[in-house]
């Protein structure tokens, strides 16, 4: 009973239990996780928009690749990772509220495709097109790249949903506006 009327005596500008710093820098976690999978999602929509520029030519898509794969390799998949590390923070923060928990874990689980994509089928398939002459290409180049091209699908609509939910996770957290407020 004691403890009851603590908790009722408490002043409204109390903060609730489960405040401080953890709580605040796992609520951080989930901003930065926007940023990151938004980062993610606009390169690999970029890379996804500007295959439609190169047309059919296999000289033109193979030099492509050849020259963004290197530094693609060593950027996109560590920003993935982080932008997992940081949404599994995010939903260890959105722990107490069902519909951003949902959320984030759906987002979670669609960077987490899009990196499973990336490693099966984007890295042999990149690994090979590194040995390839752009002028002389293999005779079965335009299957790997169909292969690509609907893996990179995949990927890309796996990482915009991601990011698209975290950003609606974090508007689910927000609370409402009070109505007596002028």
Avoid at 49 to 58: I, Q, R, T, V, Y
Wanted: net charge positive; aromatic share 6%.
């Amino acid at each position: 009973m004691a403890d009851t009327q603590e908790l009722s005596a408490r002043p409204p500008s109390t903060p609730p239990t489960g405040s401080g710093p953890v709580p605040g820098l796992l609520g951080a976690a989930h901003r930065v996780a926007i940023i990151l999978s938004g980062v993610l999602a606009g390169a690999i929509l970029a890379t996804w928009l500007s295959e439609a520029s190169l047309g059919g030519s296999a000289e033109l898509w193979i030099g492509y690749h050849q020259a963004i794969t290197p530094s693609y390799t060593k950027a996109v998949p560590p920003i993935g990772g982080l932008a997992l590390l940081a949404t599994l923070a995010a939903l260890a923060a959105s722990w107490r509220n069902p519909r951003t928990r949902r959320l984030v874990l759906v987002a979670m689980a669609c960077l987490l495709v899009g990196m499973l994509v990336t490693v099966i089928v984007h890295f042999p398939i990149n690994d090979e097109i590194m040995t390839w002459r752009p002028a002389a290409p293999p005779a079965d180049w335009q299957d790997l790249r169909a292969q690509w091209l609907t893996a990179h699908a995949v990927r890309t609509w796996f990482a915009v949903a991601g990011f698209v939910l975290l950003v609606l996770a974090h508007s689910s957290q927000r609370p409402e506006p009070d109505a007596q407020r002028p």
